[in-house]
């Protein structure tokens, strides 16, 4: 097969002479017959697949399904491995390694011989690395997600990943739950192939995917185990040789409509905070602007239509059968608040995708007359505590502790949590703002969700369910709370967060967007005289390059000379 615009691949495969011969020899050392390299589109398959990111561990199987399609179009599929970041086992955070990995998909894209590429993402970081890599080598690219798990089952009840964990740990920390009966709930939990089953963060960031035009309909929800994800990564394969062919840039998907859609879809899905920090790398990687302030602006107006846990009852499962993410774009779109016209990765505009997906269990997605929950996007917070910014999601807050004044129980930093939290005379009541500091991106570092500090025992046995607490922080989206989170300046940075002392007042108004502490400005001003900055984590490696180098939340929290792009034309020529 001809193409007429000469292909990328063809600086490599399409040579003559001495280069031509190697290039193409080491390649055919598989296998490959000569007439691949006739100038078809070269697809690299991008994968995450590791058995040390459990939900990423059948991604070998997708990834065949991805080459046949490719191969069914007329393309020629290379697989290749990045770093895989798995959210459970990988310490101290995954997400201090994020950048990193992005650093090694847009590395990996723009030295190789591909005119397009797929990612194969799932669980939470492996999407917004392999997005922010690939915005800033900006070829043809589409995202397929590995799908959520089967529902969890647990003596006749459905358990959803994380969340469960927190509200079954809590029960063994207040005598409600036996150790056998927490060990055996963990057998119960995760069950089959896929990511968290919750509308934690993976089913968030594949939400996210799919709202962008990055994936084709149904990316979010199908689970992974299901056939119809074979499908869709065969399909996926098929449409990258028609990109390519058709010459649309990951530029062309990725424009600021798009993610005005995906942050309306946020919230219409009750999505994790985490998706605020992930959107907006991904933002700035593709150049398209986009602040934290566009997250409560953009956001308004838009209800919560979802019950899924963490926010409500189901799980991804349910989702799935009850129509999926299009029936969610639907209600959005039915009622003014889509870029219908935003191109999406099947050829296709975003409203041609979905505007005749249908609901078929208003339990699990509602309406947007009869909304889960009202207004409940992210909400920013500002004020002498978060002058350039915090976060809190509504949806999954109390409404009571939404207006809140309260005197401050500070730790100095997560140890310090641990070790007095169960401290039967630590000085704490259900009105006391729980704030803990140095666990933001230089802090920690790499801002661990830790954010959703468990409520001391003594106040669980008292029926206590909920408490403010404020952090520099990420949490976890499988968890919920009345927690403010992405306090900005981080306390590592000399934010005011730094100063807190207990028994100081703290007031909070999400309604009005307010967290403000209530010290004066001359008392604050002789704390920070005294404040000493904490020691730096490292001298060396990757740590130092990220602490001396990584962004506040309010930006993205991105690495600040990895913001932007360099497209994909290699430079120098090794010949
Ligand atoms: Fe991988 Fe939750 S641990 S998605």
Same mark, same amino acid.
């Given at each position: 097969?001809?193409?007429?615009?000469?292909?990328?691949?063809?600086?490599?495969?399409?040579?003559?002479?001495?280069?031509?011969?190697?290039?193409?020899?080491?390649?055919?050392?598989?296998?490959?017959?000569?007439?691949?390299?006739?100038?078809?589109?070269?697809?690299?398959?991008?994968?995450?697949?590791?058995?040390?990111?459990?939900?990423?561990?059948?991604?070998?199987?997708?990834?065949?399904?991805?080459?046949?399609?490719?191969?069914?179009?007329?393309?020629?599929?290379?697989?290749?491995?990045?770093?895989?970041?798995?959210?459970?086992?990988?310490?101290?955070?995954?997400?201090?390694?994020?950048?990193?990995?992005?650093?090694?998909?847009?590395?990996?894209?723009?030295?190789?011989?591909?005119?397009?590429?797929?990612?194969?993402?799932?669980?939470?970081?492996?999407?917004?690395?392999?997005?922010?890599?690939?915005?800033?080598?900006?070829?043809?690219?589409?995202?397929?997600?590995?799908?959520?798990?089967?529902?969890?089952?647990?003596?006749?009840?459905?358990?959803?990943?994380?969340?469960?964990?927190?509200?079954?740990?809590?029960?063994?920390?207040?005598?409600?739950?036996?150790?056998?009966?927490?060990?055996?709930?963990?057998?119960?939990?995760?069950?089959?192939?896929?990511?968290?089953?919750?509308?934690?963060?993976?089913?968030?960031?594949?939400?996210?995917? @799919?709202?962008?035009?990055?994936?084709?309909?149904?990316?979010?929800?199908?689970?992974?185990?299901?056939?119809?994800?074979?499908?869709?990564?065969?399909?996926?394969?098929?449409?990258?040789?028609?990109?390519?062919?058709?010459?649309?840039?990951?530029?062309?998907?990725?424009?600021?409509?798009?993610?005005?859609?995906?942050?309306?879809?946020?919230?219409?899905?009750?999505?994790?905070?985490?998706?605020?920090?992930?959107?907006?790398?991904?933002?700035?990687?593709?150049?398209?602007?986009?602040?934290?302030?566009?997250?409560?602006?953009?956001?308004?107006?838009?209800?919560?239509?979802?019950?899924?846990?963490?926010?409500?009852?189901?799980?991804?499962?349910?989702?799935?059968?009850?129509?999926?993410?299009?029936?969610?774009?639907?209600?959005?779109?039915?009622?003014?608040?889509?870029?219908?016209?935003?191109?999406?990765?099947?050829?296709?505009?975003?409203? @041609?995708?979905?505007?005749?997906?249908?609901?078929?269990?208003?339990?699990?997605?509602?309406?947007?007359?009869?909304?889960?929950?009202?207004?409940?996007?992210?909400?920013?917070?500002?004020?002498?505590?978060?002058?350039?910014?915090?976060?809190?999601?509504?949806?999954?807050?109390?409404?009571?502790?939404?207006?809140?004044?309260?005197?401050?129980?500070?730790?100095?930093?997560?140890?310090?949590?641990?070790?007095?939290?169960?401290?039967?005379?630590?000085?704490?009541?259900?009105?006391?703002?729980?704030?803990?500091?140095?666990?933001?991106?230089?802090?920690?570092?790499?801002?661990?969700?830790?954010?959703?500090?468990?409520?001391?025992?003594?106040?669980?046995?008292?029926?206590?369910?909920?408490?403010?607490?404020?952090?520099?922080?990420?949490?976890?989206?499988?968890?919920?709370?009345?927690?403010?989170?992405?306090?900005?300046? @981080?306390?590592?940075?000399?934010?005011?967060?730094?100063?807190?002392?207990?028994?100081?007042?703290?007031?909070?108004?999400?309604?009005?967007?307010?967290?403000?502490?209530?010290?004066?400005?001359?008392?604050?001003?002789?704390?920070?005289?005294?404040?000493?900055?904490?020691?730096?984590?490292?001298?060396?490696?990757?740590?130092?390059?990220?602490?001396?180098?990584?962004?506040?939340?309010? @930006?993205?929290?991105?690495?600040?000379?990895?913001?932007?792009?360099?497209?994909?034309?290699?430079?120098?020529?090794?010949?």
């Amino acid at each position: 097969m001809g193409q007429k615009k000469k292909l990328r691949s063809q600086e490599w495969f399409g040579r003559d002479g001495k280069m031509g011969f190697l290039y193409r020899s080491w390649v055919k050392n598989r296998g490959v017959p000569h007439e691949l390299f006739d100038g078809r589109p070269v697809i690299g398959i991008c994968n995450t697949f590791s058995e040390l990111t459990p939900c990423n561990s059948h991604f070998r199987d997708l990834a065949e399904q991805v080459k046949t399609g490719v191969i069914e179009a007329g393309g020629f599929p290379l697989e290749f491995p990045v770093m895989s970041l798995g959210e459970v086992l990988l310490r101290p955070t995954a997400m201090l390694y994020r950048n990193l990995a992005s650093m090694d998909v847009e590395e990996s894209i723009r030295g190789n011989p591909i005119d397009g590429v797929v990612l194969l993402m799932g669980c939470d970081k492996t999407t917004p690395s392999l997005i922010m890599g690939a915005a800033s080598a900006d070829l043809p690219t589409i995202g397929v997600s590995g799908g959520p798990m089967l529902n969890g089952r647990f003596k006749g009840r459905a358990l959803g990943s994380g969340t469960d964990v927190w509200t079954m740990s809590e029960d063994v920390r207040a005598g409600k739950m036996s150790q056998d009966e927490f060990h055996e709930a963990e057998s119960c939990m995760h069950r089959s192939h896929g990511h968290c089953n919750t509308m934690g963060t993976a089913s968030t960031m594949a939400s996210m995917v @799919e709202a962008l035009g990055l994936g084709l309909p149904e990316n979010a929800t199908l689970p992974a185990v299901d056939g119809r994800r074979n499908v869709l990564a065969r399909m996926a394969g098929r449409h990258i040789v028609r990109m390519v062919n058709e010459d649309i840039p990951l530029s062309r998907i990725l424009t600021r409509a798009a993610f005005e859609n995906a942050i309306r879809v946020n919230a219409a899905i009750g999505g994790s905070t985490n998706a605020v920090i992930h959107l907006l790398a991904m933002a700035h990687r593709m150049g398209v602007p986009l602040d934290l302030d566009d997250w409560d602006r953009i956001g308004r107006g838009v209800h919560c239509l979802l019950n899924l846990m963490p926010s409500g009852e189901y799980l991804m499962e349910d989702f799935c059968y009850a129509g999926g993410l299009p029936a969610v774009i639907r209600e959005l779109g039915d009622n003014g608040l889509l870029n219908q016209d935003a191109l999406t990765v099947n050829g296709k505009t975003i409203w @041609e995708n979905n505007s005749k997906a249908e609901c078929y269990d208003r339990r699990v997605i509602h309406s947007f007359n009869a909304p889960f929950k009202a207004e409940a996007g992210i909400r920013v917070l500002r004020g002498n505590l978060s002058p350039d910014g915090a976060i809190v999601k509504p949806s999954a807050a109390s409404a009571h502790l939404l207006k809140h004044r309260g005197k401050a129980v500070v730790f100095e930093s997560i140890e310090e949590f641990h070790a007095r939290i169960d401290d039967p005379d630590l000085e704490i009541d259900a009105d006391s703002v729980m704030v803990l500091k140095y666990c933001g991106p230089k802090g920690y570092p790499g801002m661990p969700e830790v954010g959703n500090m468990p409520l001391p025992p003594k106040l669980l046995r008292q029926g206590v369910t909920d408490m403010v607490r404020i952090s520099d922080a990420r949490m976890s989206g499988t968890a919920y709370g009345t927690v403010i989170l992405h306090v900005t300046p @981080e306390a590592a940075a000399g934010g005011t967060l730094a100063l807190v002392e207990t028994g100081d007042m703290i007031e909070l108004d999400v309604e009005q967007g307010k967290l403000h502490l209530c010290v004066e400005d001359a008392e604050l001003a002789a704390r920070r005289a005294k404040w000493v900055p904490p020691a730096p984590h490292s001298d060396r490696g990757y740590v130092k390059l990220y602490v001396d180098h990584v962004q506040q939340a309010n @930006e993205g929290a991105d690495l600040d000379f990895l913001v932007g792009g360099s497209g994909h034309a290699v430079g120098r020529d090794n010949h």
